[in-house]
């Protein structure tokens, strides 16, 4: 199996330097990457925008030394291996580096063995960090359930025969204090299968003066089955006479728990919903569990973000007040829930419900913070559209004619729905045409422009008739398509009652989903709502004018 790469970085101030120790690591280990600056602040911005397994610094740098580049490392990456690799060696700057959380100190010297050493010493940190990750994956769980187990023992004289056993093994087998057992009786107390394993164990031990082990089936008086464990210790009296003692360590329950935390694992590691576990006991609250769906949302494999505090999902639009409600949660040990505009890997925004809940042991002691997170994006673009579109149905009321308000209708549809390519269309006088009135710049550049559409032979004609509306994967599919070499493929086709229709295109097939259509309607129904009132008011002058 190919072994993981080692990416490193090494901020140095004398460039040539740096370049020679790059050639010479990457010999001497072909897995390393070596990112080279010459600067501690440029060192700090890498970290934040590329995963890397360990730092190697030069001291004596401007502007920021390597000690204080430790610490600002230190503040946000606590586990990070840190390797201060300098010229300046003294008591006092190993001392200080000692202080500051050091990984490793190596002073510079002449030759090409430096660069051997200094190998050596990123294999023994990245290895040791990558080991405690790995311990930390597997430990969260156990650190919840931790067991209190029933042990006990034995001591077997070879030459009498003769079993003296302990109160603990006394009650795991449901013994009195004056019952005796012979070896023979001893052994029929386990498994039938696995009887002849427990013969072949203690004969070992007695003939080879060997510590010997087994795992077996203890059948206890009262009927019940449990695994032991059992250790046989093979010793001598000063009367030369051989005796076996031997522990013996019920696991039953340890297995059962060990069986029922793999499940937990599996159902934690194949949920659909993204799970994290944070340590409160290490600075900063770090991850040390995320989930296969963390990843598939976030964009960010375990091995980018165990180590880190989560705050690496936020970005510029993430709201302040709502973060630091999270922050004084998690000081508080208070279980919240907060709706957050995270970031993923590539960069893409999205929105994040969050829950933190602290987990405590059996003890109370805080161990792990719970993070379950779910991606409301689609929720909170349709809040947004909503408000929008209601925003901009307050414009409807004050139009005057029905071309006013075709204008608005597709400006609306465009800016606040996205139908960014979509054209109204008016029934003629005699119900036969619908004639374009109002359309967006989009439709003459993606579809080269509209016309008439018959009532009696449209799929827009059809939508207008039967008052419902229609989201079409291929109008080319469509029987009652009207144009055969339309340069759009999907569309929206929303009725505004005995008014017209409202058509949105794009060149995407299936580009418009049941959320196009639910908000569609909602815009249609203000449209003719304006355009009933349009309609009253005309009715009304020419009442007044015929009277008249």
Known sequence: MEQARIRILHVDDEPDFADLAKTFLERHNSRFEITITDNAADGLELLNTQPLDCVVSDYNMPGMDGLEFLQAVRETYPDLPFILFTGKGSEAVASEAIAADVTDYLQKRGGTEQYELLTNRIENAVRAQRETKRADRQDHLMRLTEFASDTGGFELNMDSGKIYLTDGTRRLVGLSDDDTLSLEEAIELYHPDDQADVRRTVDRAAGTGEQTHGSWRLQALDGTERRMNVTITPSTTSEDTTVLRGSIHDVTDREERQRELRLLQQAIDDANVPITLADPSKKDDPLVYVNGAFEEVTGYSPEETLGRNCRFLQGE?????????????????????????????????????????????????????????????????????????????????TAETRQEIAELGVEAASDVLDLQANAIHFSDADDTQLIPVAYTDKVMSLAGGTTSLPVADSIAGRVYQRGEPQAIEDVRQDPDVHDQDTNLTSYLYLPLADHGVLIAGDREQAAFDQQDVTLGELLAGDLIAALDRVGRKQQIRELTSSSA
Not at 330 to 352: A, C, M, P, Q, T
Not at 369 to 377: A, E, P, S
């Open 317 to 397: 639009g993430t709201e302040p007040g709502k973060v630091v409600a999270l922050r004084e949660a998690i000081e508080n040990e208070e279980s919240i829930s907060v709706e957050l505009r995270n970031y993923r890997k590539d960069g893409s925004e999205f929105w994040n419900h969050l829950t933190v809940t602290p987990i405590y042991d059996d003890n109370g002691q805080l161990v792990r913070y719970l993070g379950t997170q779910r991606d409301i994006t689609v929720q909170k673009i349709r809040e947004r559209r909503l408000t929008e579109l209601n925003r901009a149905a307050q414009a409807l009321p």
